[in-house]
């Protein structure tokens, strides 16, 4: 079987991943349930599976997870990170805080629905979730002013704003962060295959402006304003609401959770299961491929080595994987998603604080705070047994933590007991300051999708940017599998 | 003999301070960002640069990535074998010619102007923006062509300095409290005087690989590659750039 040329064909027939959404459980095809792994395979496969060796380019969850399951099938696996501890942009940490207090700096949450595969893994790995209150009892501040949820489902207050009474209604039924489907939903029952975005009637729509759809159903002066969308693909948009329906997943999950002592555990778990397969501060400077198997150069501390193998399953964020030369280079479609590939990056910050100041103030933490230095604020590691507590705030990069602390000063109504104030700024990482994929330009869908999953030859594509939805965790852990399954038949 | 000249002959003291600030040796050297003069409050020390790999006057395929390295030693800030110099300061500019060149054409060449842009490498700018790729932020190229005209300077200085969102999509740029309005304005003249250069790009880290990407209609020509390292000064004042530089033959 080629998979140089993947069509859509095989997509369609991955019923896999579209009965285990739709059924809202773990899929068998995937993976099986908790009680029947490792997966069984014949003892002639999983022996000759053992003497082909798979490298996996980048230890984040993506690479950890598909060097994880490349193992399970019986692989002989070598992960290959270039900083000096593996997780990437799942990062725990507990510098700078106190009494056992820690925060996730980068990945943040898990649904249910959703993250079906990741839910496996904490049953598999012994990990215990928790449910993460982040989205609950949010204050908005609107122009200046704080809203509470009662306050932006009440008519009057709408009103105000300027939506018209069909909006008013559905914000009054329905969460605030609801709102996009009101002007989506009619659209998305076409979408059958949540891998499919193309062939469904809306081809057309990929040159416009998804606030042309907007207007279409009528959507206020105040809702546009809201909504935004001139410059993002309507058919992206469409598709993007579509998985996440077929996913049974809302537009802003309020049910959030997390993993007791940091989403980190859960790459963890991978990489040590994987041992000393996984090498730290070890950067691919190259990579030479043909029809038999593929050679990588790299660094490690400063010398020069070589590793052959069988397969390569590049787990890089792209960014950071044009850098490296292929030899021969790659077809014009997978280059082209290579080198255009965007993402977002962002500041983290923390603050440790004596108390929970904001029930003195009669307030919630859980703040949308839309201040140009710190967009919002909310509880994190709340099971630790102390009375310290620590908040998160996400901001763009450049603002450093003191500044950060100075606007949440500036706009908090109330009076603070924080006592620490910590960022990790993502967009000064060295080898990977990408959080997640951007939306695809608008126009472009076909140059983009499917090519971004496609293998080509020996080389295989997983990790955040390499799934149909963008949300990290979930396409890292979902593409990780892809691919263990890519290179299982292919082997 | 400096000393001789300046007491003989003080125009001529001026025209060779010229020289040495304006026309730099071609391999290793620096530039300091005011008159060199002697000074017992000036304790500053130039940073070393050196470009490892690859080879001068090596040969390459055009449209290829090449690898390269740097390292860099500075007495006051350390040393990059020991990542005491942060990679991300470290910068590689290519600029490509056409003809063969002699190894003694390079001095002849115009040297680009580069006070806003070490003010950029000191900043974050190059932590959202590349040269000629978008990642977080735009291009200098896109903002380059977008803003052709040095009128539109002083609303996108004051974009920096205040912070901005919205032109190019929902991430925001921060704002930039500590620069000046006089810096912020040599960061944009800089930008839209040499982002929309096709024979110009720029690299970050201390290696990694550079493209060797020639302009539309060439297929042949050199890049002189010059790695730059500004450091921190004496207190942020006083600041001294580093370089040195290699051709690279593309064919």
Known sequence: MSFNNIDMTRYKRREFIKTSVTAGIGSTILGGAAAARPMEQSSQKQSSQKNKRVIVAGGGIGGLCCGYELLRRGFDVVVLEASGRHGGHVFTARDGLSDGLYADYGAEHITKPGYERYWEYTRELNLEVLPYPRRKNVLRRIDGKFYTEEMLADPAVLRKFGYNEREIKFLSQNPWGEFQALFVDPYLDKFKDEYQPFGVGYDQWDTTPIQEIYKKEGASPAALNRLGGKNRSALYELWRSAILKLRGVPHYPLEVFRLRGGNQQLPNAFAKRLGDRVKLSCLITSIRHSASGVTVTYDEFGEKKEMSADFLANCIPLPAFKAIPITPALPVEKQFVVDHVVYDSYSRFVFQARSKFWEADKTSINMDLNHPDIGSIWQVANEVDTHRVALMGSGPGGVSAQRALAAFRSVYPGKDTIEQALVKDWTKEQFAYTCERLDFPMGQLSKFWPHVMTPHGRIHFAGAYADNLNWGMEAATRSANRVAKEIEEAA | ?251
């Not at chain 2, 055009?62 to 005491?84: C, F, M």
């Not at chain 2, 110099?85 to 500019?93: A, D, G, H, K, V």
């Not at chain 2, 990642?135 to 052709?148: D, H, V």
């Open chain 2, 1 to 251: 003999m400096l000393t001789n000249i300046a007491r003989y002959c003080p125009p001529c003291y001026a025209a060779v301070l010229l020289v040495i600030l304006h026309v730099m040796p071609f391999r290793g050297g620096y530039i300091s960002l005011r008159p060199t003069q002697p000074s017992s409050q000036q304790r500053n020390t130039a940073p070393i640069v050196k470009i490892n790999e690859p080879g001068h006057q090596g040969v390459y395929s055009a449209n290829t990535l090449v690898s390269y390295s740097v390292s860099v030693s500075d007495k006051e800030d350390g040393d990059s074998r020991y990542d005491e110099i942060p990679s991300n300061s470290i910068f590689l500019e290519l600029s490509f010619h056409q003809n063969s060149l002699n190894s003694n054409e390079g001095a002849k060449h115009k040297a680009i102007d580069r006070h806003g842009l070490t003010l950029m490498m000191r900043s974050d700018c190059f932590n959202c923006h590349q040269f000629k790729s978008r990642n977080i932020g735009p291009a200098f190229s896109q903002i380059a062509m977008k803003y052709e005209s040095q009128r539109d300077a002083h609303a996108l200085a004051a974009r920096i300095m205040n912070g901005s969102t919205g032109l190019w999509g929902e991430e925001i740029m921060p704002a930039h409290p500590d620069l000046s309005e006089e810096q912020t304005l040599s960061v944009v003249q800089w930008i839209l005087k040499y982002g929309g250069t096709e024979t110009l790009d720029y690299v970050r880290g201390k290696s990694g690989t550079f493209p060797t990407t020639l302009p539309r209609g060439k297929s042949t020509g050199y890049f002189i590659v010059r790695a730059m390292y500004t450091d921190n000064g004496t207190d942020g004042n006083n600041v001294l750039t580093g370089y040195d530089s290699v051709i690279v033959h593309c064919r």
